[in-house]
């Protein structure tokens, strides 16, 4: 791998929400090559994981709208010491990391990375999860407008569109822990 240094930003990304805008908004305020990389690439599908990495990237450049972001894909490891290592050879040699969690931080701080720690915007309603149970509350919703008006306060509306366009909210019907469809 020939990669130079950028500064990174790491996550899940399922779903792309306001959360993660507000995070790489920040990030992109620093003035350096972003490369965006998207963690747990090679998760099988679940209500925790429900969009493949290639619907991940998609919502993130439907976002981006042609702006010159760099995204690549990073598997899990299950060994958070020498993630970092791992993580190395898809997202490059150290650089910055620009995270707003404080495990993340640490892990590359003792990896010899710059730091760089944002603030969190709005946790208790954006997180990942309670955007997950949204959709799937919504998913049941026939009234599309109304669905995506209700996603589009946590998330961008092009992304929520976007999820709609593809119908990639209905197979969250289908999962829980319940064995019975939501609705």
């Known amino acids: 791998m020939n990669m130079e240094p950028a500064l990174i930003v790491l996550g899940r990304f399922q779903?792309?929400?306001?959360?993660?805008?507000a995070m790489i908004e920040a990030a992109l305020s620093h003035?350096?090559?972003?490369?965006i990389c998207i963690g747990s690439s090679q998760a099988e599908q679940s209500l925790d994981n429900p969009w493949t990495v290639d619907e991940r990237?998609?919502?993130?450049r439907v976002w981006l709208a042609g702006?010159?972001?760099e995204i690549v894909h990073v598997p899990d490891l299950g060994d958070p010491p020498n993630y970092v290592r791992h993580a190395e050879k898809f997202h490059g040699p150290p650089g910055t990391i620009f995270t707003?969690?404080?495990?993340t931080a640490s892990l590359y701080r003792a990896a010899d990375w710059s730091v760089i720690v944002g603030d969190l915007v709005q946790r208790v309603d954006w997180q990942g999860w309670r955007i997950r149970a949204t959709i799937q509350m919504l998913s049941t919703v026939t009234?599309?407008?109304a669905a995506i008006a209700a996603l589009s306060v946590n998330m961008p509306e092009s992304v929520v569109r976007?999820?709609?366009d593809n119908g990639w909210q209905r197979r969250l019907f289908h999962m829980g822990t319940g064995g019975e469809p939501v609705g």
């Open 57 to 60: 990237e998609e919502m993130i």
């Open 143 to 145: 009234e599309e407008e």
């Open 162 to 164: 976007h999820i709609f």
């Open 31 to 35: 003035q350096k090559t972003l490369r």
């Open 67 to 69: 702006r010159d972001v």
């Open 15 to 21: 779903p792309f929400h306001n959360g993660h805008v």
């Open 100 to 103: 707003t969690d404080e495990d």
